[in-house]
């Protein structure tokens, strides 16, 4: 059966995450993280994609990124996966292939459909039982977003930035949000239609990918996360449809 296409759309916010083969690490020193912030930088920054949020965990990585150009968040993924595996052979004197076949996409739609996947994001060291607050995890915009630490790979979305004019008080909101107690409901949602790579969003916004691209992205019928008001603002997702902006 051929594999189903990606859906890759400039100016909406992609949730990807890439694995390490046979969920084998694909980190294995602090240096490596490094390496691998640097190039994703680079990479993001050559092709166009800003990155709105991220997670470098033992044996995969999850990133919110929207990208400016088609095909953006490939070329992005293929020249960082092409430097840093050589990276990796190089310096831990090892050969072969290092990822788990393709990455894994979904468009995400804003308001608390794109809050709801930077929680999901940052806590991933909480949920592995690695920490016992996403403060306490280098590798994440976790400080970036909610303490203001200077990093120079995350580029915040606007909704993010909607929190408040005032950057204290938008940290202190951000990372109240990060740590309310998370509906066990909205991970499935995420890692189902993360799997699937399916469009995460309203209805609303699932049927505006399907007329840009004309063909289905996912369940005629998409649950929504509790108090979503993106139905009551449809001026967000519009404007990010048609302005192509993070």
Known sequence: MPRPPRIDLPGIPHHVVQRGNDRQPCFFTEADHLCYHTLLREAALSEGCAVHAYVLMTNHVHLLLTP???HAVSRTLQSLGRRYVRYINDTHHRSGTLW???????LVGDGDYLMHCHRYIELNPLRAAMIADPGEYRWSSHHALAFGDADPLVHPHSA?????????????LYRDMV???VNPDDIDAIRLHLQRQHAYGSER???AIERQLGRSVGPQKIGRPRKAEEDQRPSLEQTQLSLGKP
């Open 68 to 70: 400016q150009h088609p």
């Open 100 to 106: 788990e076949g393709r990455y894994k996409a979904s």
């Open 160 to 172: 993010y930035l909607a929190l408040s004019d005032d950057p204290a008080t938008r940290q202190r």
């Open 179 to 181: 740590m309310v107690a």
């Open 205 to 207: 916004f699932r049927q």
